[in-house]
């Protein structure tokens, strides 16, 4: 039978004479639930929480297009076929709602004693809609079925939209109760709020408009469309819950959201396009609106991406660091134990060679003494490389001791010049000794053991990288900056640039150093740095690059 | 089959009411008072038809535009009814009086 009143609809629910508001408020409810749903399940489709509320989605989507169908058809056998619907679209609407809120608080399925009192429910809805008890008749003035609806039924599926709402609330307090973890209790308070704002909005104000528009109370029976916006709001909230508590697994940037609600909006514009004209600028808008926020949120996910990228790296070479410093404190441990170890086989090689060298165990044939001079350096440059790994292991580990005194560098450096200067003359070197007049008489507060140690490891250095030309050690002070400096400048193998930086750190040495000595540890400038800023001074290196010489200055405060 | 079996009933067997707006002489009976417009400046009398739509589409078609059967109750025909307003129920309803 066909509604004789009005006008047929085109495309099964666009007709003419009626209100704005009612494509505005089904549409963009329903894409938007429709497009929640399906991102939350095609992201993790095994998760029993993921399908429900796709299927929550499903049958809201279902309800709007009977409903749009409902408001424009007017093919009586189509109304009532699609009538029979309402009761059980919002029957199952409660029931999946009570389900997810389940899954969603505990994380795992229900009992099957659960399920059976869903079923129970759900049961009379399925097996009467098609009954009288549900929809015995057509209006067809008024194109519609409410004066034919069975009251029993109506009450019965509203029921079930009231106990949903105060069974969710229930489960959701008592959870709230239950948990302590901040983040929990946020996700449980929006995920409540959601929920019920949409149950509330969808079965009470919907009804409650409609109920009372048919009897006259109010005129509008437009304010039924503002429950579906409910639906809007709750997945709003899945949206935050997604965002900020990757709940549902899913893992979605906040643009991502931002753009698709927005081409959402952007595409409910279509409910007033009433011109051709606008019609075509929608379209233009909306799909510039979907390219910006194509490019948008793939230049937002790129950079995601490198962010995650640099946070693992991070975390790696964080791990990696810790795990190297640990080696490093093994190696330390090893290093000082091993060092302690063989000092004292070397002091005895060292002591009886010098013995046997001295002739204090009868006078030795003379082919022997070349042999006894050699063993004597080699253990010799092995007790300074003992020394360095102690010193090293001293350092590293905090223990080593300083021995603040009052005394004149410069004396100490003059005697230090003399006793090395027939080491360089045997080189063919000439080692030189030179000073200012000094205002502060050269006169330092530091340990003069370990001064001399630094010194002398300098001026050592110059005359073993220097293998023609002359060592030159100045003694200079600066009252104003209450320093005395010591400058070793030697015409040696120089330092290239880029390595000036390295050259103190542990193990470093320059690349043409081997050439020349291959001896080295690596360690003797480090341990002098190290030493000379625990003593509050500080040691510098400047070269004019390789083959062209090097100064090293050692720093030191001025005694008060 | 709920689907099922609402399709058959509804779209395949017609098995309904129909309800809508008959003839009503305010002279003779109630009549239920319709306003023409939504400001209501004018008014109309109707009375109610209710019968099923099968028989309904039998005697017009599926449009009752122009089908003047559709608008009375033939004698015995037990399932249709053509219901007057009842000023002791309804609360608007013509007055027999007043034409």
């Not at chain 1, 429709?34 to 499903?58: C, E, H, M, T, W």
């Not at chain 1, 049958?59 to 297009?65: K, P």
């Not at chain 1, 030159?472 to 209450?482: A, E």
């Amino acid at each position: 039978m066909i509604c004789y009143l009005y006008e047929a609809p085109s495309y099964l629910f666009f007709a003419a004479d009626l209100p704005e508001l009612l494509y505005y408020s089904h549409i963009p409810a329903a894409s938007i639930a429709l497009l929640v749903g399906l991102f939350v399940y095609l992201n993790k489709p095994n998760q029993l929480k993921n399908r429900l509320l796709l299927y929550i989605s499903l049958c809201f989507v279902a309800w709007t297009t009977i409903n749009l169908v409902a408001w424009t058809n007017i093919n009586a056998d189509i109304l009532l076929f699609v009538w029979t619907f309402f009761g059980i679209l919002q029957a199952c609407i409660s029931i999946l709602c009570i389900y997810f809120i389940y899954v969603f608080l505990n994380e795992q399925d229900v009992t099957p004693k659960i399920k059976a009192v869903f079923s129970l429910l759900l049961f009379p809805v399925i097996l009467f809609a098609p009954t009288n008890l549900n929809i015995s008749g057509f209006d067809l003035d008024w194109c519609d079925a409410f004066g034919f609806e069975g009251v029993g039924y109506l009450v019965y599926y509203s029921f079930l939209g009231a106990l949903a709402m105060v069974w969710i609330f229930w489960l959701l307090a008592k959870k709230y109760k239950e948990v302590s973890e901040s983040a929990t209790r946020k996700q449980i308070l929006l995920m409540g709020v959601g929920i019920e704002l949409f149950l509330f909005s969808f079965f009470t104000i919907t009804f409650l408009a409609s109920y009372l528009a048919n009897l006259g109370v109010v005129n509008d029976s437009d304010l039924e469309f503002y429950g579906l916006f409910g639906m809007v709001f709750f997945m709003v909230f899945i949206g935050i819950l997604i965002v900020r508590f990757k709940t549902f697994n899913i893992g979605m940037l906040s643009s991502q959201a931002l753009v698709i609600a927005l081409v959402i909006l952007v595409a409910a514009q279509f409910a007033y396009a009433s011109t051709p004209t606008t019609f075509i600028l929608k379209i233009v808008t909306l799909i510039l609106t979907g390219l910006a926020g194509l490019l948008l949120v793939h230049s937002v996910k790129k950079e995601v991406k490198q962010k995650q990228e640099l946070e693992l790296l991070s975390i790696k070479l964080s791990k990696a660091n810790g795990r190297l410093k640990e080696l490093d404190k093994l190696k330390s441990e090893f290093v000082s134990i091993a060092s302690h170890q063989l000092r004292s086989p070397i002091t005895a090689i060292r002591g009886y060679t010098s013995l046997l060298l001295d002739g204090d165990f009868g006078k030795m044939p003379a082919e022997a003494k070349e042999p006894l001079e050699r063993i004597e350096q080699s253990s010799k440059r092995m007790a300074m490389s003992i020394e360095d790994y102690l010193n090293v292991s001293r350092i590293e580990s905090g223990n080593m001791k300083y021995n603040y005194s009052d005394f004149s560098l410069r004396n100490e450096v003059e005697k230090l010049a003399d006793d090395m200067r027939p080491e360089a003359i045997k080189k063919g070197l000439t080692l030189l000794f030179r000073t200012t007049d000094l205002q502060g008489q050269g006169m330092v507060h530091a340990d003069i053991g370990k001064v001399m140690q630094i010194v002398q490891n300098l001026v050592n250095n110059a005359i073993k990288y220097t293998p023609e030309g002359s060592v030159s050690v100045y003694v200079r002070d600066d009252v104003s900056k209450k320093m005395v400096f010591v400058d070793v400048v030697d015409t040696g193998v120089g330092i290239d640039a880029d390595e000036l930086e390295t050259v103190f750190e542990k193990f470093e040495r320059a690349r043409n150093a081997n050439a020349v000595n291959a001896h080295g540890t690596g360690l003797g400038l480090f341990v002098a740095t190290k030493m000379a800023k625990a003593m509050d001074g500080d040691i510098t290196v400047h070269s004019d690059g390789e083959g062209k010489g090097s100064r090293f200055t050692v720093s030191l405060p001025l005694a008060a | 089959m709920t689907a099922s079996a609402s399709y058959y009933r509804f779209v395949v067997l017609h098995d309904y009411t129909v309800g809508y707006e008959g003839d009503c002489d305010p002279a003779v009976e109630y009549c239920y008072i319709g306003c023409e417009d939504d400001e209501c400046t004018e008014e109309y009398f109707y009375s109610y038809i209710t019968r099923p739509a099968d028989e309904l589409r039998a005697l017009c078609g599926p449009d009752i535009t122009d089908c003047d059967e559709a608008y009375e109750c033939k004698d015995g025909d037990s399932k249709c009814s053509i219901e007057f307003c009842d000023p002791s129920y309804d609360e608007e309803c013509s007055d027999l009086l007043d034409i």
